[in-house]
């Protein structure tokens, strides 16, 4: 079981906004930054947020990152057919010394 | 151009030790703040994160495997080798090293986060 809780799967038609939501602790996603990866199947995970809601450069600002408290979410606006992959979050973790991953969301584009 | 791979075994039997290498290039590991991270990914499940070593050779492993595991850096041949003992099936995943640009940020929160990965190496265990 993962110490950030993000839902298992997540769908949306084309063009339309989805949400992913990751739900963490005080030691985790209250004291220090959140960051989000997206993984193809068979592919390396790709940073898409780090730092609560940077973009890296060259990443599709239709990916936004936002944190209250000791949760995060992931927002995707404009849903894409190449948007169909998996979604992790991450942060460290004070009490583990060390970054702890979410269990990941399968985003489905109907 | 940060790129980095990792190589070692495919197959290793049970109790065995596994070692992989972690070669990069387009960054130092000298340089203030970078760090390489091991991350692990068994077929079908979530990511896993192993093992950091820092640009000060400062090393964090994952409390629930720290027993098993070293982590080390060789900045002459730019790599970061990790080793984990007494393989079990249960450890067959996919072995990624990533690039981390910064771990702390001075405004006081830890900010570590992986902005370049490998391709990734599966490792089965099995006799």
């Known amino acids: 079981q993962s110490v950030l809780t993000q839902p298992p799967s997540v769908s949306g038609a084309p063009r339309q906004r989805v949400t992913i939501s990751c739900s963490g602790s005080r030691p985790n996603v209250g004291n220090n930054a959140v960051n989000w990866y997206q993984q193809v199947p068979g592919k390396a995970p790709k940073l898409l947020i780090y730092d609560d809601d940077v973009q890296p450069s060259g990443v599709s600002d239709r990916f936004s990152g936002f944190k209250s408290g000791t949760s995060a979410s992931l927002a995707i606006s404009g849903l894409q057919s190449e948007d169909e992959a998996d979604y992790y979050c991450?942060?460290?973790?004070?009490?583990?010394?060390?970054?702890?991953f979410g269990g990941g969301t399968k985003l489905t584009v109907l | 151009q940060i790129t980095l791979k990792e190589s070692g075994p495919t197959l290793v039997k049970p109790s065995q030790t596994l070692t992989l290498t972690c070669t990069f290039s387009?960054?130092?590991?000298?340089?203030?703040?970078?760090?390489v991270g091991w991350i692990r990914q068994p077929p079908g499940k979530a990511l896993e994160w192993l093992a950091l070593?820092?640009?000060?050779?400062?090393?964090r492993y994952s409390p629930s495997l720290k027993n098993r595991l070293t982590v080390t850096r060789d900045t002459s041949k730019n790599q970061v080798v990790l080793t984990m003992s007494d393989m079990d099936p249960v450890d067959t995943a996919t072995y990624y090293c990533?690039?981390?640009?910064?771990?702390?940020?001075?405004?006081?929160?830890?900010?570590?986060?992986?902005?370049?990965w490998g391709q990734g190496t599966l490792v089965t265990v099995s006799s």
């Open positions: 070593v820092s640009w000060d050779d400062d090393k």
């Open positions: 991450a942060a460290w973790d004070d009490s583990l010394s060390g970054p702890v």
């Open positions: 990533a690039h981390a640009p910064t771990i702390f940020d001075p405004r006081g929160y830890y900010d570590l986060y992986f902005d370049f």
């Open positions: 387009g960054f130092s590991l000298y340089s203030g703040g970078v760090a």
